[in-house]
């Protein structure tokens, strides 16, 4: 006889309401509308005597720019695809097999996702471009030639996304499966459906959902995909982003750069529209079942046979290119050493960088411990008044915290160079800028590990609390407060994280005395020389670590968390 | 002593609670007893304070709680999904209502294991909630309960979730703790068993109205109208009509208890009342049988009327197909009136098994 009302739900007032929002909206005012609109108006001074716009569309409708925008949305088809075909074996291994490691490799399996872009391309590069070991052992078989050499093709960007992009697949569609339960397939089979006609008829309208949602997530990914692309790709492999990145950077046409990145944040706005509606139709079934157990274990030589192949290539394809990393890393000259983190330290040198590579670790650390700050103060402040308001206010700012994360980081990075680089804001010298583009990327995460947390709590236990003798005050502190404090240490890890290997934005803004672990990443990567691309090796191998002991730790938090609630 | 005058609650269009005007003793064990949807939840928050009536009111001896909030009450109230707080151990969700009384941490662990004791759970403080039992679930929220000594106590279907064998043991267990603690007590259930088993005091609830009220050996022996009785679980109910102490009913002849008066009215027929006589007058075909181990519940075709319910303990034991011929004894013969009340007009008969005590609550 629950009549599911929610009595003892804090409310948050008025006033206290327009308190809290208020600096999480001036903030996003500031630094996100006034960019995005200063890109706008840039867009259109490039007009020429027909019309403001007419410079916008020349720009669109140049043969440069359509060709640009059939290899992203191309590029971005393939990746999808790919991904889910990949990684639909381990969804069905990880939802209906118990073995030995399999929470931990589970957890793995996210480690490339949350990985920096830099690390990736790194990686990749590393795998499969000129210097790659395979082409060292096929050297020793006496195999003439480089035998990998795929630095610069189609294949290199889609491997990386398909690494990349594996778990979402993984957990979005392993989730719904391991919900699903087994006993609908055996009625079919008993039925008399053979096994395939059962997971067709039964299982895969199931999952049909899911598969979708994580295509549309993958897609989106791969559409705004830069770092990748950046460093894997040639001129000839370029997506919006990296196309908006080089008419600023190598042209120096501002104009254009604005009509592109326009074009950039109108595709982006689309494909979130259809992803919203793709949403709206897909109701992804729950509570089939109850999260009971539903897996077996390797037990018969069938499925020994399956999940041995499955989780084989899945450690083929996710700790490969990262144990290529690492040990080319350590590469140097014939033999293996620490020539290369050694040379992180030295300034100048042959590379002739203006400070040595390893300040940028003590750079991105700090820079990351500002956005923290940074993003959990605003972050649990608007978490605040989504979480405890109801109607349009909350709702309202709700949206507009997504919108940070549904705009490219090319795109912010660009709007800042053009809005923030002259009074009444200028900040293009002050150390807050790469934290406060971060904090724009970094800012959903926290409401998002948080919002959904304190909703979960059970009236319930607000009521159970009350009766036991809590005044409303100590109900929030007793019950909600560790709900929070525990979101925030999840949204400030996320933040951390997020920091660490933002590339796109910072690219644009990060002074050049002053340069985060993966700008300088970049920078190695651009010279020439066999210790250079070893210490970017390096100094990848450490933001690799870095990336992956944050996450771990969320990881943690978020377990005990989730078991929790 | 908790009094509730009239109170009344709404969510929306539907009336949950209908004007319940209701007292509890101090020390008393009330059992509210209804079928799902007839507001015995919504009763207990109201007087919890967790949802205010829209109409009426709740006074504790003299004091109307009207402005009193949840936490200032000072009752207790175990609920049916437990609620216990995931993030805290066995023993922080016990202490949580000492702690919020402002108790020092050494008088909250006595009182902690003192409770823990009482509900079998004693050396079970450090284990996670998560990871207890149902039972063992059941048992912590009695005890966190309990744990502050209540004024009252409120429970709201405690045994739901638990199987068969932990519900017919825990009621007793329970009904020892509660009469220990010296506290007035509400236990909300939908099962009769239950419900009469423990009681000093048992009302029904229909539709958010009080229909029975009465101690449970005389709702049993006279339930209120046939709505009551059927719920109650008897099933053999009919109108009849009487005569010089014999009722016709569509199974036959009937005989009475002494003094009722000659006309129509309404009858329950005890299923174990029937005796089996060559020359009874209710005559019928053994369709069903069911074996409850020391007896049979059997259902006999009579001739056009609905099948009759029979409880039989005799030898040799019916099979299905056999012609029974029975008598019923008058004492298994519980008369009520012939019009049926509706929910919403008080019944007479509602009326004159209105306990005295109630009545005197009245100004």
């Known amino acids: 006889m629950d009549r599911g009302v929610d009595g003892h739900r804090p409310a948050l007032s008025g006033r206290g309401a327009l308190l809290l929002g208020a600096p999480p909206l001036l903030f996003l005012l500031l630094f996100f509308a006034y960019p995005v609109a200063s890109i706008v108006g840039l867009g259109l001074s490039g007009g020429t005597d027909r019309g403001a716009a007419a410079g916008v569309l020349d720009t669109w409708l140049d043969a440069r720019t359509v060709e640009v925008l059939r290899f992203t949305l191309w590029q971005a088809a393939l990746s999808t695809v790919l991904t889910v075909l990949a990684a639909l074996p381990g969804a069905y291994v990880f939802a209906r097999f118990r073995f030995r490691g399999r929470r931990l490799l589970r957890a793995a399996t996210t480690v490339p996702f949350v990985l920096p872009t830099v690390v990736v391309a790194s990686a990749f590069l590393a795998l499969l471009g000129p210097r790659s070991p395979l082409n060292d052992m096929a050297a020793l078989l006496g195999v003439p030639g480089p035998i990998v050499r795929l630095e610069g093709s189609l294949w290199a960007i889609l491997l990386a996304h398909v690494f990349y992009l594996y778990a979402v697949v993984l957990r979005l569609v392993g989730g719904v499966w391991s919900n699903l339960d087994p006993g609908t397939e055996e009625a079919a089979r008993v039925l008399g459906a053979t096994r395939w006609m059962a997971f067709r008829q039964v299982t895969l309208p199931l999952l049909w959902p899911a598969i979708a949602s994580a295509a549309a997530i993958a897609f989106l990914f791969t559409f705004t995909s830069f770092g990748v692309i950046l460093l894997l790709g040639t001129p000839g492999t370029a997506t919006l982003e990296v196309e908006i990145y080089r008419t600023t950077a190598l042209l120096l046409d501002l104009p254009v750069a604005a009509a592109l990145a326009l074009l950039q944040m109108g595709s982006v706005l689309l494909l979130l529209l259809l992803y919203g509606r793709l949403q709206d139709r897909l109701t992804i079934e729950r509570g089939l079942r109850p999260p009971a157990d539903v897996t077996r274990p390797v037990s018969d030589r069938r499925s020994r046979l399956v999940a041995g192949a499955t989780l084989g290539s899945m450690g083929l394809l996710l700790a490969l290119p990262l144990l290529v990393l690492v040990e080319r890393s350590f590469a140097s000259g014939d033999g293996h050493g620490l020539e290369a983190y050694a040379a992180l330290f030295q300034a100048g040198g042959r590379a002739g960088a203006f400070v040595a590579p390893a300040e940028a670790i003590g750079n991105s650390l700090l820079f990351a411990g500002a956005t923290v700050i940074l993003a959990s103060l605003l972050g649990l402040m608007s978490a605040a008044v989504v979480a405890y308001r109801r109607g349009w206010s909350s709702r309202g700012l709700d949206a507009l915290l997504m919108l940070p994360l549904g705009t490219s980081a090319v795109t912010l990075g660009f709007g800042f160079i053009v809005a923030l680089d002259q009074p009444p804001l200028d900040l293009r010298t002050s150390p807050l800028l790469i934290p406060i583009a971060h904090t724009l990327v970094a800012m959903p995460f926290v409401v998002r590990a948080t919002v959904p947390l304190i909703r979960a709590i059970q009236p319930r236990l607000r009521e159970a609390a009350a009766v036991l003798g809590a005044s409303p005050r100590r109900t929030w502190l007793e019950v909600d407060g560790p709900v929070i404090a525990r979101a925030a240490l999840v949204g400030g890890g996320f933040a951390f994280a997020v920091s660490l290997g933002e590339f796109g934005a910072t690219l644009f803004i990060a002074r050049p005395d002053v340069p985060t672990v993966p700008i300088a990443i970049f920078r190695l990567l651009g010279q020439p020389g066999t210790l250079n691309f070893a210490q970017a090796m390096a100094m990848s191998t450490i933001l690799m670590v870095l990336t992956a002991a944050a996450v771990l730790l969320i990881e943690r938090w978020r377990g005990e968390a989730a078991t929790a609630f | ?363």
């Open chain 2, 1 to 363: 002593m908790l009094t509730l005058d009239t109170v009344s609650l709404r969510y929306g269009e539907t009336q949950v609670l209908d004007a319940i005007d209701l007292a509890v003793a101090d020390g008393e064990l009330l059992t509210v007893l209804g079928p799902s949807g007839s507001g015995k939840s919504s009763l207990l928050r109201v007087i919890a304070g967790l949802a205010p009536p829209d109409r009426g009111a709740v006074h504790w001896d003299e004091r109307d709680l009207a402005r009193v909030p949840v936490h200032e009450r000072g009752f207790g109230l175990m609920f049916q999904d437990f609620a216990l707080f995931p993030h805290r151990d066995v023993h922080e969700n016990v202490a949580f209502g000492l702690r919020m009384q402002g108790l020092g941490a050494g008088r909250i662990a006595a009182r902690v294991a003192e409770v823990l004791e009482l509900v079998g759970m004693s050396g079970m403080g450090k284990r996670a909630v998560s990871r207890l039992s149902g039972g063992e679930q059941q048992r912590v929220a009695l005890a966190r309960a309990i744990a502050p000594s209540p004024r009252l106590l409120m429970l709201d279907e405690p045994l739901g979730s638990l199987d068969r064998a932990l519900r017919e043991r825990l009621p007793l267990q329970l009904r020892d703790i509660v009469r220990a603690m010296g506290a007035s007590a509400i236990y909300v259930t939908h099962d009769q068993e239950e419900a009469l088993g423990i009681a000093d005091r048992t009302i029904v609830l229909r539709d958010g109205r009080i229909v029975a009220d009465a101690a449970p050996a005389r709702l049993w022996a006279q339930p209120p109208d046939e709505w009551v009785a059927r719920f109650l679980g008897f099933r053999n109910v009919t109108l009849a009509s009487v005569r010089d102490g014999r009722a016709e009913t569509p199974w036959g002849t009937v005989p009475l208890p002494a003094g009722v008066p000659d006309g129509e009215c309404r009858l329950v027929l005890r299923p174990t009342a029937f005796v089996p006589d060559p020359d009874g007058t209710i005559r019928g075909l053994v369709t069903a049988r069911l074996f409850r181990g020391d007896h049979l519940r059997l259902e006999l075709a009579v001739r056009t009327a609905s099948p009759l319910d029979v409880e039989a303990r005799w030898d040799p034991l019916p099979s299905p197909g056999d012609q029974l011929a029975l008598r019923i004894e008058p004492e298994g013969v519980i008369v009520l009136p012939a019009v049926e009340s509706a929910p919403g007009t008080p019944s007479s008969a509602e009326a004159d098994h209105r306990p005295p005590y109630r009545a005197n609550l009245r100004p």
